[in-house]
DNA sequence: TTGTAAGCGTTATCAG
DNA sequence: CTGATAACGCTTACAA
C-alpha cells in the first residue's frame, strides 16, 4: 500500500519512451531537443504519477545538492532569524535549501557541524560566526569552498561577506551623545576575539576623536562575551571610574541591557544620571524601559545579499571584496542632555 | 589542485583491500566483520585522506536521508527559534539534519515548501503550521509519512505531537485575575482557524465557568492574526463595551502588546485602569513597561520532544497520541487589584 | 573474514 | 530528435 514515489523510469513506462528521453523532456534546459508535443504528454504523465525528481541521485551525478550551509552561533539570538530569513527568500525561489546549524561559538561544535555541512555536500556556506583569527574558515578558503562571512568577518584575503558599517554606526552613536552635552564617554567592549568586538571599539576611539575628546583607559570595559551578564559586570567596572562616566556605549544590545540593570541596583536611573546605547537593534528594545538608543542594522538585507554573493561564487565568480552595510542611528529614550550637576 | 573529496574507493586502494570491506570496517554495525587489525589500518588511512561519507550516495542506496523537514510558520517569531533549536540540540548528535522553512502561514508557500522537502527525501516533518482543519497535513498522514504536529495541531486522528496545555494556563491566568478582584474579564481571541486560538478560547469560557463567572459576548473579541496590529484592532472593541471590562487576557503575548498600545492611545494606564495579560512569555515581556503578566510555554523542551517522536516514527513506531506540555503562570506588572472605583 | 556485483535515480555522452 | 549506456559513491546480498 505504501506507494515509493515514481521514478523518471516509470514515468517513461507509462509513456513509452526512454527514461532518458523523459530526464530531457523534464528539463527546461533540454527540453528543445524534445518534440513539442511528446514533451507535453511526458509532461502529463510525470503530474499524473505525480512525479518528483529524487534530490540525492540527482546531487549524486551532477556534485551539486542545492543546498548551502548555514553556521551561526545560535539561532535563539534574535538578530539571526531575520537574517536565515534573508537568506531563505532567495535562495528557496531558486530551489536551494538553507541547512542552518548552531555552533554555539565552541569549536569543537562548529568542527562537527562543518563536516556534517560538507559531508552533505552542501554548494557553499555562509557563516556568521566567523573569529578574527579563524583557522577554519582559513581551512576552507585554501580548500576553495565557496564560503562567505556575514555579519563578522576574519582578516583573510579572499573572503567575501557583508558586514555592517561600524564606522559610521559609532560615529553617529558619539555626534549623538557629543550633542547631548556629553564629555565622559565609556565604552563597554565586545570581545575582542570578533571583528565586530575589535571594530567598534576602533571606531569608537576614532569617533572620539573626531570631538577632540580622547577615551580615558577607565571607561573601557572588555566583555568577553556579548551577553547581558557580562554587560552587567562590565558596568560594575565603569561605575567605579572617577569622574563617573555620563554615557555608556554599549558594544551591542544585550551588553546595554546588562549595564541598564547595573545601573537600577546602584539606584541609578537612566538617562538621567547615566544615558546608555546598545548597537543592533534588536526586536522589542524599543518597548523596554526606557527605550533604547541604538543602531539599527540591516540583517535581514544582509542575509538577501549573502545569498546572492553564494550563489555568485557557486556560479564560479571569484569571491567579492567584504560588502559594507549602511546602518542607522535610532534615537530613543535610553539617552538625554548630561544632568547639570555632572 | 581541487582534489575532489576521498571516497571508499580512495580508502580501499590506499590500504589495498576492496572498497566494501573499507565500507564495513568504517560501519560500526558491521565493523565486527573485520580482523580488528585491519579495521584500524583502514581507520587510519580513512582519517589520513579525510575520508567523509558523501551523504547522498549512502541516501541513495539506503532511502534515508538523514534529515527533518521543519514547516514553521516564520522564524522570525520569537516562539520558534528555541523550538528549532530543541530540535537541532537532539537530532544533531544522532546525525540528522533539519530542513527548517517558512511558510507565512501561506498555503501556496506551505505546499512548494512540502513538495521540496518530499523531494529531498525527509525522513519525517515536523509541523509547527498546523491549521485546526489541514487537508495538507490529512494528505502526509494518507501518504504514511511520519508528521509530528508541534504546539499547534489539526484535528485528524492518528496524528502524533506536542501541544501545550492551554487549560491549565487559561485556569491559572483566570484564577490569577479573580483573585486580584477582577470580574468582567475579556478575552482577544487568536484565529479560529488555529488550534491555539480556538482552544484558548474555549479554555478561557471553562476558566470562567469555574468562578460561576460567564463571558458578556461584548467582551470577546476576535482577532484575524496573532499580531499587534489586531491586538491593537480588538482592544478598541473591548474598551468600548458597557460597562468597560477590568482585564483583558490577550490570546499571545503580541495581541497584549496590541491592547497595551490601545489603552495608552486611550490614555488608560495597566494595570491601574486595565489588566492585560498575554500569553507565551516571549524574550523580554519580562523588561517591558509594564512587565507582562503571561504564561511560560515550554517551546525549547515541545522542541525536543517533538524530534524524539520523529525519530520514532522513522523507526517504525506508531504515532504516539498528541503529548500535552505544562505550563507556568508568569505573574508581572501588568495585572493588579481591581481599582476600587470600578 | 573478504571480494564480487547489483542497483538506488539521475545526467551526460555517444550512437543512430 | 530519441535510445542505449556508463558513471556518481555507497550498501548489501551472495560467493568464495
Known amino acids: 500500500m505504501i506507494r515509493r514515489a515514481a521514478t523518471l523510469r516509470d514515468v517513461a513506462q507509462m509513456v513509452g519512451v526512454h527514461l532518458s528521453t523523459v530526464s530531457r523532456a523534464l528539463d527546461p534546459r533540454t527540453r528543445h531537443l524534445i518534440t513539442p508535443e511528446l514533451a507535453e504528454r511526458i509532461r502529463s504523465a510525470a503530474q499524473e504519477l505525480s512525479y518528483r525528481p529524487n534530490a540525492q541521485a540527482y546531487s549524486l551525478r551532477t556534485r551539486r545538492s542545492h543546498s548551502i550551509g548555514v553556521l551561526v552561533p545560535d539561532i535563539t539570538n534574535p538578530i539571526f532569524p531575520p537574517m536565515v530569513r534573508g537568506l531563505e527568500d532567495v535562495l528557496a525561489p531558486r530551489h536551494y535549501v538553507t541547512l542552518v546549524v548552531n555552533t554555539d561559538d565552541d569549536g569543537g561544535k562548529t568542527q562537527d557541524a562543518l563536516n556534517m555541512l560538507r559531508g552533505r555536500g552542501v554548494d557553499a556556506l555562509v557563516v556568521a560566526c566567523a573569529l578574527r583569527d579563524d583557522p577554519m574558515l582559513a581551512g576552507l578558503l585554501a580548500a576553495h569552498v565557496p564560503v562567505i562571512a556575514v555579519n563578522r568577518v576574519a582578516e583573510l584575503t579572499g573572503l567575501g561577506g557583508v558586514v555592517h558599517?561600524?564606522?559610521?554606526?559609532?560615529?553617529?552613536?558619539?555626534?549623538?551623545?557629543?550633542?547631548?552635552?556629553?564629555?565622559?564617554?565609556?565604552?563597554i567592549a565586545g570581545p575582542g576575539a570578533l571583528s565586530t568586538g575589535a571594530s567598534r571599539l576602533a571606531?569608537?576611539?576614532?569617533?572620539?576623536?573626531?570631538?577632540?575628546?580622547?577615551?580615558?583607559?577607565?571607561?573601557?570595559a572588555q566583555s568577553q562575551r556579548f551577553s547581558e551578564a557580562?554587560?552587567?559586570?562590565?558596568?560594575?567596572?565603569?561605575?567605579?571610574?572617577?569622574?563617573?562616566?555620563?554615557?555608556?556605549?554599549?558594544?551591542?544590545?544585550?551588553?546595554?541591557?546588562?549595564?541598564?540593570?547595573?545601573?537600577?541596583?546602584?539606584?541609578l536611573s537612566c538617562p538621567h544620571d547615566i544615558?546608555?546605547?546598545?548597537?543592533?537593534?534588536?526586536?522589542?528594545?524599543?518597548?523596554?524601559?526606557?527605550?533604547?538608543?541604538?543602531?539599527?542594522?540591516?540583517?535581514?538585507?544582509?542575509?538577501?545579499i549573502a545569498a546572492g554573493l553564494a550563489l555568485r561564487q557557486i556560479e564560479g565568480e571569484a569571491p567579492a571584496p567584504i560588502e559594507t552595510l549602511p546602518v542607522e542611528l535610532i534615537v530613543r529614550g535610553s539617552t538625554g542632555k548630561v544632568s547639570s550637576k555632572a
Do not use: W
Open 275 to 304: 544615558s546608555i546605547t546598545g548597537y543592533n537593534d534588536m526586536p522589542f528594545v524599543d518597548r523596554l524601559d526606557p527605550p533604547l538608543t541604538t543602531v539599527r542594522i540591516a540583517t535581514y538585507e544582509a542575509g538577501r
Open 165 to 187: 558599517d561600524d564606522a559610521q554606526g559609532m560615529a553617529a552613536l558619539v555626534a549623538h551623545l557629543v550633542g547631548l552635552g556629553h564629555r565622559r564617554i565609556a565604552h
Open 230 to 267: 557580562e554587560g552587567e559586570r562590565c558596568a560594575e567596572v565603569l561605575l567605579q571610574a572617577k569622574p563617573r562616566p555620563t554615557a555608556i556605549v554599549g558594544g551591542n544590545d544585550l551588553l546595554a541591557l546588562g549595564a541598564l540593570r547595573a545601573l537600577r541596583r546602584h539606584g
Open 203 to 220: 571606531t569608537f576611539h576614532a569617533a572620539l576623536a573626531v570631538h577632540g575628546l580622547a577615551a580615558d583607559p577607565a571607561c573601557i
